[in-house]
């Protein structure tokens, strides 16, 4: 059995889940997301717990059962404290800034300044260099971190682009001109 699936979700006193018809919705006291799970696993709630169980042994079940439960988990944790991505800036004269649903004036180096649109239910913070990135999704969070670095990955040489603050580029020398001559 999964190791990981087998154990319940545990829900804190002001979060409430409800299953129906495959759609495991977690609600708490800001927010509200749902999932729907494949067939081959079953989801029951049960008091303050929530139980996922699967169908057959087959590989592909023993696969969506821990993977179930682990989007469930992030759902519960999501609702109540919910997920944060940081990024930053590395450039002189490189900026961001928010305007509505969008990362506007994403100036980082190229003729033209960059947009990406901000999805629902996550929210853009810009402070000088750094780019904080929230929300209850720990999908969406990543998912919208990571096109916003894809928009000037940190290249190795200079150490510009954009980068999570919790990584560390390995930079590398260079050329060197040969101590030779014509």
């Known amino acids: 059995m999964s ?5 319940p979700v545990t829900l804190p006193a002001n979060v409430k889940a409800s299953v129906s018809n495959r759609v495991v919705t977690i609600e708490g006291a800001k927010t509200k997301l749902s999932f729907t799970h494949k ?14 169980t699967r169908k057959s042994d087959a590989r592909a079940d023993r696969a969506l059962h821990g993977t179930t439960r682990a989007l ?32 506007v004036k994403l100036n980082i180096g190229y003729a033209d300044t960059r947009e990406v649109p901000i999805p629902a239910g996550v929210t853009v913070a810009v402070a000088q260099n750094k780019i904080t990135v929230t929300g209850a999704d720990k999908q969406a969070v990543g998912m919208l971190a990571a096109v916003i670095r894809s928009q000037r990955k940190p290249e190795p040489y200079n150490g510009k682009g954009i980068k999570y603050t919790d990584e560390t580029i390995i930079r590398k020398q260079g050329k060197q001109f040969a101590g030779g001559g014509a």
Request: aromatic fraction near 4%; glycine fraction near 14%; hydrophobic fraction near 40%.
């Open 3 to 7: 190791r990981i699936g087998k154990q």
């Open 39 to 52: 067939p081959q696993v079953e989801v029951k709630v049960d008091g303050n717990q929530v139980l996922i």
């Open 72 to 103: 469930i988990q992030n759902m519960v944790i999501g609702v109540t404290e919910g997920f944060k991505k940081e990024l930053e800036i590395v450039g002189v004269g490189w900026t961001a800034q928010v305007q509505g649903n969008k990362l």
